[in-house]
Nanobody, 119 residues
């Protein structure tokens, strides 16, 4: 399963940006889809995740500013980023947990898309 992310770029503080990620390949079930980010010199961290069933999870630092959504039929996940701050600057990665129906679950990562928040 491959994940293709897009939508990164340069945005001014206080602005908005929307990231999208599409999953493709052979799979029977697609469970959790989400976004992580890695800033320079820091570890990769969770931004937001959304399971097929269950509660959406957000990092405290983005609550109230970012919104995750997904289209199960299209196998896509999006991240609407509002009121962005310089500290949101990072490479954003999408992640998916999926199965081929054998009882085993796998995870795939997208290639990463750079978001730079700067005036």
């Amino acid at each position: 399963v491959q994940l293709q992310a897009c939508g990164g770029g340069l945005v001014q503080p206080g602005g908005s940006l929307r990231l999208s990620c599409a999953a493709s390949g052979s799979m029977v079930s697609l469970d959790v889809m989400g976004w992580y980010r890695q800033a320079p010199g820091k570890q990769r961290e969770l931004v937001a995740t959304m399971p097929t069933v269950g509660s959406t999870q957000y990092a405290d630092s983005v609550k109230g500013r970012f919104t995750i959504s997904r289209d199960s039929a299209k196998k896509t996940v999006s991240l609407q980023m509002n009121s962005v701050k310089p500290e949101d600057t990072a490479v954003y990665y999408c992640k998916a947990i999926w199965s081929r129906g054998s009882g085993s679950w796998y995870e795939s990562w997208g290639q990463g898309t750079l978001v730079t928040v700067s005036s």
